[in-house]
């Protein structure tokens, strides 16, 4: 039997210490060896923590203003992964155009930080091949955005708006997505207004990239926005349909002498074949680039005269250039988008893509149809 000299009161806290420390020591031993549960929620947490991606695109090319600045602002906010995969050049007016067969160039460029890529193609383009997966890391952001267009997409500009068109790419492959388009006035807009048209916007991005998160984004539809030319005297916001106001398409007929663009771009197309022949890259390309390089003319065979000789006369070839005019504004329909931009609201369009026609027109077209075997029939 052991005797203790140590004091009761000694011993009690010496034993209380131990305790203490070896709970502690449980504790470390957890802390430092967290078990599979603790370890999944922490790697859960860490991928709700991930920023939403949002995508931008547009139609008047990478270097344009209301692109710029549009996604400094949406990188300075600081709540988003942007990235940017637009045109390396103006390709307004594409319309929903891609390019198939053909060789497209993706380069990597700086912009305010985002992730940005310049494409040689359409908007179009741009859009399928971020979401193809090929280009980007993910195949699905949570919003793509296209704009901000240089002038208005209101009326029947939504056939020709590559803006649009970028918009609509999304939506049909699934995505949420918002067209913004600032309507421009020759002699009064600057770009100063771009400016003004994103903090115009950006709430509706916010607002967007929060709801589609939540299930809440108008499903089947792409929002198309339209800002008044003086975006910051605008009236608010008002939910329009696309009007039926239709611009005018003027030809005007170009001289390839008067105008250096022509001739340069013929001279790149024609230095582009020769490059193609000499590499053998395509044998009908070749055959281009030798016929582009020789001093004969072009010649066309009308008819064989009698005598067997063939009548040749020398082929046409001519310049024309379109530009957009404004006609008369006939579309008095309040709670269209062209009439509430011209009155300074920011009209805010629902745009549905629907291959099936509506009930109406399908029982049309088939009467229609019905009548037109009948009478076929009745002919034979």
């Known amino acids: 039997m052991s005797t203790n000299h140590l004091p009761p009161s000694l011993i009690s806290n010496l034993q209380n210490a131990l305790i203490a420390r070896k709970g502690g020591g449980d504790e470390e031993t957890k802390e430092g060896n967290p078990s599979t549960e603790e370890a999944q929620t922490e790697e859960s947490n860490e991928e709700g923590s991930r920023k939403p991606v949002v995508l931008v695109t547009n139609c008047d090319g990478i270097g344009s203003p209301g692109l710029e600045l549009l996604v400094q602002a949406l990188v300075r906010h600081g709540e988003y992964d942007v990235h940017v995969c637009a045109p390396d050049s103006d390709k307004s007016a594409s319309g929903h155009s891609v390019t198939p067969c053909e060789t497209l160039a993706v380069n ?3 912009m305010h930080g985002a992730t ?12 399928s091949l971020a979401l193809s997966g090929s280009l980007f890391s993910w195949s699905r952001p949570a919003l793509v955005v296209s704009g901000i267009n240089k002038g208005s997409s209101c009326g029947h500009h939504i056939l020709y708006s590559g803006a649009i068109a970028g918009a609509r790419e999304a939506l049909l492959c699934g995505v949420p997505s918002l067209s913004i388009s600032l309507s421009w006035r020759k002699n009064e807009s600057n770009e100063s207004h771009f400016k003004d048209a994103v903090g115009v ?7 967007a990239i ?11 539809c792409l929002l198309n926005i339209e800002i008044p030319s003086s975006p910051t005297t605008n009236k608010g916001f008002k939910v329009t349909r696309q009007s039926v106001w239709r611009p005018a398409l003027n030809w005007q007929a170009v001289s390839a002498n008067r105008n250096p663009a022509a001739g340069q771009y013929m001279s790149m197309h024609q230095s582009l074949g020769v490059q193609l022949a000499q590499l053998s890259r395509d044998a009908s390309a070749a055959g281009a680039a030798r016929r582009n390089t020789t001093q ?6 009308e008819s064989v005269a009698a005598a067997g000789k063939p009548e040749t006369k020398e082929a046409v070839k001519k310049f024309f250039r379109l530009e957009f005019g404004e006609n008369e504004h006939e579309d008095l329909d309040e709670d269209h988008n062209f009439r509430a931009v011209e009155e300074g609201f920011v009209a805010v369009t629902p745009i549905h893509f629907q291959l099936n026609a509506e009930d109406e027109i399908q029982t049309c077209a088939s009467d229609w149809l019905a009548s037109a075997l009948k009478g076929s029939e009745e002919v034979s």
């Open 296 to 301: 004969k003319k072009n010649v066309e065979i």
């Open 108 to 110: 990597s460029t700086e």
């Open 116 to 127: 940005a890529f310049e494409v040689s193609g359409t908007p179009v383009d741009c859009v």
């Open 201 to 207: 916007c950006l709430p509706l991005i916010h607002a």
């Open 210 to 220: 929060r709801d589609t998160e939540k299930g809440l984004f108008p499903k089947s």
